[in-house]
Structures are given as structure tokens and as C-alpha cells.
């Protein structure tokens, strides 16, 4: 079956520190895979996405590129915010059959301190 | 902006109450989702709905069933709610129609709800 496997948290850093949240998956094919951001007391809201291998998500300064042969989709960022406190999950969609569920990273914790 | 909206953003009820949790979309997506979120866990999937063609995850207790009347509009209703049935209630629409079939879920701001 499908998996997402991402690094654990809490993750604290500094303001202006860089960024970076592993993810991993396994999944037959060429999934689609997104990273999704949930601030405090919300909803999920997309980041980033990618569609095949090679590309590249970017927003708001993350970015994450969808790399096959590593089966990886690590997001980072340059110079993170205090506004960046968040809980990040790496996601994937199937790309074949029934391709209506998303499986879910169990989520990395980030705090950014001024 | 189109959106997917949840209605309350938060609910009190009673041990044993039923209660239900509304959603809706502007974005006339067919995939309709309901999700269960815990202390900032990843979101467990409970059903979806493509179009009115209901989805259960084997996982999700009876004591959950959803409706769809229409395609703007979902409804999770929680038939006799325990204390471990308190969490975050997450809607998600996604449109997997085309060539946009790989595009991501949408999610609401999610119904936190609580139980006396």
C-alpha cells in the first residue's frame, strides 16, 4: 500500500534559520504529492504540490521538489518566519485506480522563535 | 474566493447527544470528504462521497453516517457522541474530473468539536 513517511518533530528554530522537513514515500507509480500547512486552531491549507518527478512546488518561499529515484519530496525554506509556526503534512494521492484517498506524513511540528 | 465552508467553527454537545456538523463547497467538486483530526495527528479519513455514491473507510464507526443531498452541501452526523469523539472534524473537496485529476484536496477550517 501507499506511505508517507515523514520527520518527526517538534522542530524549533530561530528566526531566519533554514528549513528543511524530510519526507518519504511508497507508492506504485507517479503519485501526486503535496505538502500542506495547518496553523493553529484551522484547517489544512495547501502549500505546494507536485505532479512528476522533477518538478518543483513552490510558495510563500518553501519549496520541494518530487525527486523519483529517492522516492522524496523534502520541503525547505531559506529563511523561515515566526509566522511559519505550523504543523506541515506530506501527503500523496495515487495516480491509478481509485485515486481519491490522500495518505498523510503524520505531521512535523515547526516553531520559529523571534 | 470559492471555498469549502464549515459551519459551526465550534460545537458543544452533550455525552449520548446527536449532532451534526454541516459542510459546503463553492467549487462544485464531485469528491466530497469528512475526516477526523486529533491532537495535530494527520487527518483520518472517515468517508467520502463521490457524487451521491457514498464511501465508507472500514475503520469508522457506525455511530458516524454523513448525507449529501446535493452537490454544494455534506452533513456528518454523530448519532451518540462519547468523549472520544471529541476532535477537529475536517470537509475536503476535491475535483478529480479530466485533466484535472491530479490536483489536491480543498479543506474547510474544520468543526472543533467538544463533548460534556
Known amino acids: 500500500g501507499n506511505s508517507v513517511t515523514q520527520m518527526e518533530g517538534p522542530v524549533t528554530l530561530s528566526e531566519e534559520a533554514f528549513l528543511t522537513i524530510n519526507c518519504t514515500y511508497t507508492?506504485?507509480?507517479?503519485?501526486?504529492l503535496f505538502w500542506y500547512v495547518q496553523y493553529p486552531g484551522e484547517g489544512l491549507q495547501l502549500l505546494l504540490k507536485a505532479t512528476k518527478a522533477d518538478d518543483k512546488g513552490s510558495n510563500k518561499g518553501f519549496e520541494a521538489t518530487y525527486r523519483k529515484e529517492t522516492t522524496s519530496f523534502h520541503l525547505e525554506k531559506g529563511s523561515v518566519q515566526v509566522s511559519d509556526s505550523a504543523v506541515y503534512f506530506c501527503a500523496l494521492h495515487p495516480s491509478g485506480g481509485s485515486n481519491y484517498k490522500l495518505t498523510f506524513g503524520k505531521g512535523t511540528l515547526l516553531t520559529v522563535n523571534p | 474566493d470559492a471555498m469549502v465552508i464549515q459551519n459551526p467553527r465550534y460545537q458543544v454537545t452533550q455525552f449520548g447527544k446527536p449532532v451534526t456538523l454541516s459542510c459546503s463547497q463553492t467549487l462544485n467538486h464531485n469528491v466530497m470528504y469528512w475526516y477526523q483530526q486529533k491532537s495535530s495527528q494527520a487527518p483520518k479519513l472517515l468517508f467520502h462521497?463521490?457524487?451521491?455514491?457514498?464511501?465508507n473507510e472500514a475503520d469508522t464507526p457506525d455511530n458516524f453516517q454523513s448525507r449529501r443531498p446535493n452537490t454544494s452541501f455534506c452533513f456528518l452526523d454523530i448519532r451518540s457522541p462519547g468523549l472520544g469523539d471529541a476532535a477537529m472534524y475536517l470537509c475536503?473537496?476535491?475535483?478529480?474530473?479530466?485533466?484535472?485529476?491530479?490536483?489536491?484536496?480543498?479543506f474547510g477550517d474544520g468543526t472543533r468539536l467538544s463533548i460534556l
Open positions: 462521497y463521490y457524487d451521491k455514491d457514498f464511501n
Open positions: 507508492a506504485t507509480g507517479y503519485p501526486s
Open positions: 475536503a473537496t476535491r475535483d478529480p474530473q479530466g485533466a484535472r485529476f491530479r490536483q489536491p484536496q480543498h
